[in-house]
């Protein structure tokens, strides 16, 4: 599958991440600060196909190698620091050409390579040691260069015209990088050497010293990213590393604590306290979680509002961050090529060349029928979670605009239902959060044709309105709230008659533009529990339908159940395990009381996490059945980390724990809960409930009962 398009992300005019875009055995290095995001090969290089600094969806830094006595370095370990921050290569000297039996001769020179970006600027540092009884005199050559190529470029959309290079600016202390592109923006890549090199060129920096025996040198480099209107300023790599030391150490005191009896939980739960802190991008509206790197490194909607949902009973202020900035991003007119319609809420926004010029549709762009209703969801959610109502009356007009929307172009045949159909032939085909081209099909196969009709969205909408209803209450709105009550009510029994399938006992995927019924069986079916729109008398059949063979592989609920048509382990959301999908559904399952099968879910989440990289769930997984000591297959473009799924295990040990909490009277308290069988013993620390925080601490006893105090 090497250099070729998975086919089944999106649909042909889309844009998909070509399968050779980062190649799994390379296992590459990633970093991410703000709107900058890097990947280096495992020695900390630069110059592989995607390896490079990417800065507001553009490439500013395409090679950074480092040649020492002539060669490359050889490598001892390299790997990234436990908190995210920093990616650590150690390296020895070459070896003479010939020589491969030196044995301890060969490990005289050592080289050690610390990297981290800090907003928009890579920092190294390069110590170099002399542990020859003997003085050395070593050289030094650092390559660079910047091809400033549009993000979606390299990940595979084709472009044959390109912005005009500017020669390199020399200075003593560094370099200077440019490219106008076809948008008339000038980008800039600055590089600042200290101490100054020997010699610099446009695309290398030199040096050469000598070493007495047992002396170590150090030289920093500062790579900094901008564009027109962005002042060029170089910050220490010292100052540079304690602020983001500090920012990680803020963000961290703002959620709370998680502790078990269970290591490898603990580990898995701070690896994933920790994707969510670097994934977080603090915008002038607050903090935002961008979706995942490396290709996904931006604002998206429905990522966003979901992530958030999942930590908010940890870290209710990411919410907060959320809603103000989609709130600031909301669609106000009718843009087709944009899918955009008034109150509409943002899928995804791209600041490169081509989504400037056109060449992508994603400069901001609304083509998520589910974004909207997820919105007012969130903004329920959130208020009920912290009564902050002074910051729901400032986004209340986008409120009643997304409301207003649902009930507009988002129904344009009036039947009640949410649909959703692109205006043009250059968006996304499907868009839900199954947005494959070949996603939404009927019991034969055959794809659905629009407007289309899905099962999530219109519990989505469910949901929305009775959370508006709650909003408008709080606001003193009474008559609004009671109409807003009424459409959910309404709402409900509709969805019942048309989208239950008693013949299945399942709830169906979409209803096409015809109005018929798409007759299959996907998790899909697992939201209508999460937004509360199935009624009680079904939901149990439902549960127990997610739960059997046919969708539970043992590491997960697959997004279709083993059997279907077009059910393919290794598709992307067709026979897929996706961590998030399982989080939203253990949710729905906690919600009607099925707590057990939440703790299933945490346990098969966690079992997954063991497997991965460093405790980490990935975007999606492929579902094949779980066997006794094989461990889960890769899916080979999945995004890790990625917000959505760091925010899994959070979200399913809130639907064991069952914390209800009360901002009014400051207090957390638990119904039923349930610890998931790999653990016996849990302690929430610093939850932030009502200016307060609070500890609360969960055992199972001997007859299995969970004590809470």
Not at 243 to 249: D, E, H, K, L
Not at 367 to 393: E, K
Not at 498 to 515: H, I, M, N, Q, S
Not at 583 to 612: C, K, N, P, S, V
Request: glycine residues 10%.
């Amino acid at each position: 599958m090497h250099d070729r398009s998975l086919p089944d992300l999106m649909d042909d005019k889309s844009f998909p991440v070509a399968a050779g875009a980062t190649n799994a055995e390379d296992r590459p290095h990633t970093l991410k600060s703000d709107d900058c995001f890097a990947i280096f090969a495992v020695n900390g290089d630069m110059s592989g196909r995607s390896e490079g600094v990417y800065y507001r969806d553009t490439r500013h830094l395409s090679r950074m190698t480092v040649m020492l006595d002539g060669a490359r370095p050889r490598l001892l370990t390299g790997a990234i620091s436990t908190d995210n921050a920093t990616l650590v290569c150690d390296l020895a000297g070459p070896a003479p050409e010939g020589r491969t039996d030196m044995g301890d001769e060969g490990n005289e020179i050592s080289l050690r390579r610390e990297i981290f970006l800090w907003r928009d600027t890579r920092h190294d540092l390069l110590t170099i040691g002399n542990w020859a009884r003997t003085a050395q005199t070593i050289t030094l050559d650092i390559a660079f260069a910047a091809d400033f190529a549009d993000l979606f470029e390299i990940r595979g959309t084709p472009r044959l015209r390109h912005g005009t290079m500017e020669a390199a600016g020399v200075a003593p202390h560094g370099a200077t990088l440019a490219c106008t592109g076809l948008d008339g923006v000038r980008r800039w890549t600055r590089l600042d050497f200290e101490p100054k090199p020997d010699r610099i060129e446009p695309g290398a920096a030199h040096y050469r010293r000598h070493l007495e025996p047992g002396e170590t040198i150090r030289i920093a480099i500062a790579v900094q990213s901008g564009a027109e209107g962005d002042p060029p300023a170089i910050t220490r790599f010292g100052i540079a590393r304690e602020a983001a030391r500090r920012a990680r150490r803020d963000l961290r005191r703002q959620s709370a604590r998680i502790v078990s009896d269970n290591a490898v939980a603990n580990a898995a739960l701070l690896r994933a306290r920790d994707d969510l802190i670097m994934l977080t991008t603090q915008t002038p509206h607050g903090p935002y979680p961008y979706a995942g790197v490396p290709w996904f490194s931006t604002a998206f909607g429905r990522d966003a509002i979901i992530t958030a949902m999942q930590t908010l009973w940890l870290a209710p202020a990411l919410a907060r961050g959320v809603l103000a900035y989609l709130a600031a991003n909301q669609a106000q007119g009718f843009d087709p090529a944009a899918d955009a319609e008034p109150g509409k809420i943002l899928h995804e926004a791209r600041d490169g060349e081509m989504a400037r010029l056109g060449e992508v549709p994603f400069r901001r762009y609304y083509g998520s029928v589910d974004a909207t209703p997820l919105f007012v969801m969130l903004a329920g959610a959130y208020h009920a979670r912290t009564h902050d109502t002074a910051f729901i009356r400032e986004i209340w007009p986008n409120i009643e605009a997304a409301l207003g929307w649902i009930d507009g172009p988002g129904d344009e045949d009036g039947d009640g239902f949410v649909e959703y159909g692109r205006k043009t032939g250059h968006g996304l085909a499907n868009q839900g959060w199954k947005d494959s081209r070949d996603s939404i099909f009927h019991a034969d196969g055959a794809l659905a044709t629009g407007p289309i009709a899905l099962c999530e969205v219109q519990g989505y909408v469910y949901a929305a309105k009775s959370a508006g209803a709650a909003l408008a209450r709080a606001l003193g709105a009474p008559d609004q709230a009671a109409r807003l009550a009424d459409d959910a009510a309404g709402l409900r029994d509709r969805f019942d008659q048309r989208f239950w399938d008693e013949e299945l006992g399942f709830y169906v995927l979409a209803l096409d533009g015809a109005k018929r019924p798409c007759r299959v069986l996907a998790s899909n079916a697992g939201h209508a529990l999460f937004s509360g729109i199935a009624l009680p008398e079904r939901a149990g059949r439902v549960a127990a339908r997610l739960m059997g063979e046919d969708f539970f592989s043992g590491w997960g609920i697959r997004t279709l159940a083993r059997g279907q048509p077009r059910f393919n382990p290794m598709s992307y959301h067709n026979g897929s395990v996706w961590p998030h999908d399982n989080a939203l559904i253990g949710l729905g399952l906690a919600r009607y009381g099925r707590h057990a099968e939440a703790a299933r879910l945490f346990d098969a989440m966690l079992a997954t996490a063991a497997w991965g990289d460093r405790y980490r769930l990935p975007e999606l997984f492929c579902g094949f059945p779980r066997q006794r000591g094989v461990s889960p297959t890769a899916y080979p473009v999945a995004c890790a980390p990625q917000a959505w799924a760091a925010a899994t295990l959070p979200a399913l040990l809130d639907a064991c724990l069952g914390l209800r909490l009360d901002p009014a009277c400051a207090t957390a308290v638990s119904g039923a809960p349930c610890l998931p069988a790999t653990m016996g013993r849990l302690r929430v620390d610093r939850l932030a409930v009502g200016g307060k925080r609070l500890a609360v601490s969960f055992q199972r006893g001997s007859d299995g009962t969970v004590a809470v105090t």
